[in-house]
C-alpha cells in the first residue's frame, strides 16, 4: 500500500470515529458532537456562519495583503542593503520572539472592536516571517548568478528582474506559507478575543452557551480555510518554482546516460 | 550590436593585450597587492593557460579581461580597445561553477545573453540551438539545469559563452568541479569545439596537466604580489592525445611548472 493511500485511509479512520465514538457514548456530545450533528447545526444556521465566514474572509484578504505586500517590499529592502539590514533586522527577530497576541488588547483600544483591530494584529503577525524570508530569499541568492549576469552585460534592472527576483521566488513563497498561515491564525483568535463578528466570534459565542455542534461547526470552518490556504501556497509553487523540486529528475537523467541511452554527452 | 564600429581596432578580432596592469586590494589593516606589473600579449586563436598557487591573482586578471573588475593601474585590451565594463559580444565567460539560472531551460539559459539585448525570439531560438549542437548537446535544449550532469551543465556554460560569438572566451576553472574522468572528456571536447571556432581562449586551472594538455602557452604566475615568473610554449602537436600524457616532452613542461609553483608554495 502506498504512503498516500494509507494517509488517506487515516483520514477517513478518523472522519469515521468523529461519527461512531459520540453516537456510541463513549465520549459525551459536550466534548465532542458527532459530525453530523455538527454539519446538521452548521446547516441549519448556515445564514449565520455564511455571514461570519464573509467577515473574516474579507479580514484575512485584507490583512493578507498588507502582511504579504508589505513583508515582501521591506524583506527585499533589508535583504538587498547592508545598512537598514543591521538596523532592522536584530529588531525584528527579537519581536518575532514577543508573543504578538499581548498587543491586541492595545489594538482594540486604538481601533475598537471592528475588523480594522483584527486586520491590524493580524497584519503584523503575518508580516514578520514574510519579511525575515523575504529577506533571507534574497541574501542567498548565488553571488556567482549575478555575477555571470554582469559578465553578459546585464544592467542593474535587468539582474533585478530577471535574476534577483526569479531566484528569490521560492523562499519567498515558503515565508508566505508561514506568514499567510499567521494572519489566519492571527484574524480568529482576535475574533475569539474581543470582536462583535466572524467566524472566531461565533465560536466564542456558542462555547459560552456549551452548544458544541455549533462551536465546532465553526471550527470545520476555519479548517477548510487553512486547508483551502495551504492549497493555493501548494498550486502557486509548482507553477513558480518547478526547478527547485528536481533531484529525482537529475537522477535520472544520470541513468540515462550511463545506460547510454542518451549520447554523447558528459 | 555593440557600436564596436566606431572603435578603429588597432588589433585584430581576438587580440588580447595587458599592460603593466597592478592591482591592489584595500582594507582596513593593509593593502595587499594582487596583481604586479603584469604584462601579456596573446596572439587571436591562441589557447593560453594561466597557472599559479592559490591567491596569485589568476582569477583577478580573468576577471579583468572579462569587465567585471578594474584594475589599479596599467591598461587591458581586448581586439584593440580597452574593456572597462562587460560586452559579451567581445568577451564570453565561462565559470567555475556553471552559473546557470536554475529556472531556466537549457535553451533559455544559452539564450539570455540574447535575450538582454532585446534580440527577436527566433533569431534567440536559432543562435541557442546552433551553440547547444556545437557543445554535443543537440536536443536537450527544453532540459532544466537540474536534469543535467555536471559535465553537461558545464556544456550549456560554454555555449552560454559562445552565443554571441565573440572572439574571445574565457575560461574561470570551468571543469574543477568536475570528476576525473568528466574532466578529461571535457578537455577533449573543449579542445574540439576550440579548433572547430578558432576562438582566443584564456583557461585559469589548478591542474599542471590539464594546463599542459589543453595549452598552446602556459603562463605560471607566484602569489602576492602576483606576477609572471614563466610564459611556456606548449609544442606538442595537435590533436592532443591521451597517450602524450605519458610522453618525456609532457613530464619536462609539467616538472617545470612544478618547480616554479613548488618555490612559492
Known amino acids: ?266 | 550590436m555593440q557600436p564596436l564600429a566606431n572603435i578603429t581596432p588597432l588589433k585584430p578580432a581576438g587580440a588580447i593585450e595587458v599592460r603593466n596592469v597592478g592591482q591592489i586590494f584595500k582594507s582596513k589593516e593593509q593593502d595587499v597587492t594582487a596583481l604586479q606589473d603584469v604584462s601579456l600579449d596573446i596572439k587571436p586563436g591562441r589557447f593560453v593557460v594561466l597557472v599559479g598557487p592559490s591567491g596569485c591573482g589568476k582569477s583577478t586578471l580573468l576577471m579583468m579581461m572579462a569587465g567585471l573588475r578594474e584594475q589599479t593601474s596599467g591598461t587591458i585590451t581586448i581586439s584593440g580597445a580597452p574593456i572597462p565594463k562587460p560586452d559579451p559580444n567581445r568577451v564570453g565567460v565561462v565559470f567555475q561553477e556553471a552559473s546557470l539560472f536554475p529556472w531556466l531551460t537549457a535553451e533559455d539559459n544559452v539564450e539570455f545573453p540574447l535575450a538582454l539585448r532585446g534580440i527577436p525570439k527566433s533569431e534567440r531560438r536559432a543562435k541557442a540551438q546552433d551553440a547547444l549542437k556545437l557543445v554535443g548537446l543537440d536536443g536537450f535544449g527544453k532540459r532544466h539545469p537540474h536534469e543535467l550532469s555536471g559535465g553537461m551543465k558545464q556544456r550549456v556554460s560554454i555555449a552560454r559563452g559562445l552565443v554571441q560569438d565573440p572572439p574571445v572566451l574565457l575560461m574561470d576553472e570551468p571543469f574543477a568541479a568536475l570528476d576525473e574522468q568528466t574532466r578529461m572528456t571535457m578537455g577533449d571536447e573543449l579542445l574540439r569545439i576550440w579548433a572547430a571556432t578558432g576562438k582566443t581562449v584564456v583557461f585559469v586551472t589548478h591542474s599542471l596537466t590539464e594546463a599542459v594538455y589543453l595549452a598552446d602557452e602556459v603562463i605560471v604566475m607566484s602569489p602576492r604580489p602576483g606576477r609572471i615568473v614563466d610564459h611556456l610554449q606548449v609544442t606538442l602537436p595537435r590533436p592532443r592525445t591521451y597517450e602524450m600524457l605519458s610522453g618525456d616532452a609532457f613530464g619536462t613542461l609539467r616538472d617545470r611548472i612544478w618547480r616554479h609553483i613548488r618555490k612559492s608554495a
Open chain 1, 1 to 266: 500500500m502506498s504512503a498516500a493511500t494509507l494517509r488517506r485511509l487515516i483520514v477517513v479512520g478518523l472522519i469515521a470515529l468523529w461519527e461512531i465514538l459520540p453516537r456510541a457514548g463513549v465520549i459525551p456530545t459536550l466534548f465532542l458532537p458527532s459530525l453530523s450533528s455538527t454539519l446538521i447545526a452548521g446547516w441549519n444556521d448556515a445564514g449565520e456562519y455564511g455571514h461570519a465566514l464573509a467577515v473574516t474572509l474579507y479580514e484575512v484578504a485584507i490583512s493578507m495583503a498588507f502582511a504579504c505586500g508589505g513583508g515582501i517590499l521591506l524583506g527585499a529592502v533589508v535583504g538587498s542593503l547592508p545598512r537598514p539590514r543591521i538596523l532592522i533586522m536584530p529588531m525584528v527577530s527579537s519581536l518575532y520572539a514577543v508573543p504578538l497576541v499581548i498587543l491586541y488588547p492595545v489594538f482594540t483600544v486604538w481601533l475598537g472592536i471592528g475588523s480594522e483591530s483584527k486586520i491590524a494584529f493580524a497584519s503584523i503577525y503575518g508580516f514578520l516571517p514574510t519579511m525575515l524570508a523575504t529577506a533571507a530569499g534574497i541574501q542567498t541568492i548565488d553571488p556567482q548568478l549575478l555575477l555571470a549576469a554582469r559578465s553578459m552585460g546585464a544592467t542593474l534592472s535587468q539582474r533585478l528582474i530577471r535574476v534577483i527576483i526569479p531566484a528569490a521566488i521560492p523562499t519567498v513563497l515558503s515565508g508566505l506559507r508561514v506568514g499567510g498561515a499567521l494572519v489566519i491564525v492571527g484574524v480568529v483568535v482576535s475574533e475569539m478575543l474581543i470582536s462583535s463578528a466572524g467566524i472566531g466570534y461565533l465560536i466564542s459565542r456558542y462555547r459560552t452557551i456549551l452548544d458544541s455542534p455549533h462551536v465546532f461547526a465553526g471550527v470545520l470552518l476555519v479548517l477548510a480555510m487553512a486547508i483551502a490556504f495551504n492549497a493555493a501556497i501548494k498550486w502557486i509553487e509548482r507553477k513558480a518554482a518547478i526547478w527547485q523540486t528536481g533531484s529525482r529528475a537529475g537522477q535520472r537523467a544520470a541513468d540515462e546516460i550511463t545506460a547510454g541511452a542518451i549520447q554523447p554527452a558528459t
